[in-house]
């Protein structure tokens, strides 16, 4: 079975500093790793796909298969990123998405 | 993309009850997917939910406690049967536009409280 791991709910950092969201899964095959963000009062959207390799609003994130993991990067934290992130994988073949627990980031200016 | 509707957006609920939530779309999609946000959870994927077809329910959801309706490539209901207070959440229509891309769309959730 498939398991995402976020294993911070939540995460403060200041305006201008670096920030991490970690993201650790379970799969025995070769997955397809997802974020999602929810900003507030807004419905949850993609942010970005590991297979596109792009940044998306100073966002990048690295699939590390050694350490099965997935973290969320940006090097200078605006305070519109602050948002409910979610974590998803999706196995080879499949269909459905298995989301993380999400980790509520807060800018603070 | 897709703009995806839902109805009712909250509602509150006598236990024993059963409320249906609708979800409609602007576009013609296969793939529709039920989950379900409990307070201070992820989400869950109750079923997926394809034109044509009987839904395929996730283990632990079955379709006594949950029917799905899909009668067009457009719209999709989920019925929350015979309510108890553990089915209060948030439940979200979500849809895929490409083949097998992982890119969901969401609804904005119905947020049901169940007294």
């Known amino acids: 079975a498939q398991r995402v791991t976020q294993p911070e709910k939540l995460l403060s950092v200041f305006k201008g500093a670096p920030v991490e969201l970690k993201c650790n899964y379970s799969?025995?095959?070769?997955?397809?790793l997802f974020w999602y963000v929810q900003y507030s009062r807004q419905r949850l959207q993609l942010l970005l796909r590991h297979i596109s390799r792009e940044s998306i609003k100073g966002f990048t994130a690295d699939l590390n298969k050694g350490e099965t993991s997935f973290h969320l990067k940006k090097p200078f934290a605006q305070e519109e990123d602050s948002a409910m992130y979610y974590c998803a994988l999706k196995a080879r073949g499949a269909q459905k998405l298995v989301f993380g627990q999400g980790t509520r980031l807060t800018i603070n200016p | 993309s897709a703009v995806i509707s839902q109805k009712p957006s909250r509602d509150i609920c006598q236990r024993g009850t059963s409320l249906t939530i609708q979800c409609q779309v602007d576009?013609?999609?296969?793939?529709m997917f039920w989950y379900r946000q409990q307070p201070g959870q992820s989400l869950t994927l109750i079923a997926t939910a394809n034109q044509g077809s009987e839904a395929t329910y996730e283990s632990g959801f079955v379709i006594d406690k949950f029917p799905i309706s899909r009668p067009n490539l457009t719209f999709s209901t989920l019925t929350v049967s015979n309510m108890s207070p553990e089915d209060s959440s948030i439940y979200l229509c979500?849809?895929?536009?490409?083949?097998?891309?992982?890119?969901?769309?969401f609804g904005e959730g119905s947020r049901l409280t169940v007294l």
């Open positions: 576009s013609q999609v296969t793939m």
């Open positions: 799969y025995s095959g070769s997955p397809e």
């Open positions: 979500s849809v895929e536009t490409g083949w097998n891309t992982g890119e969901l769309f």
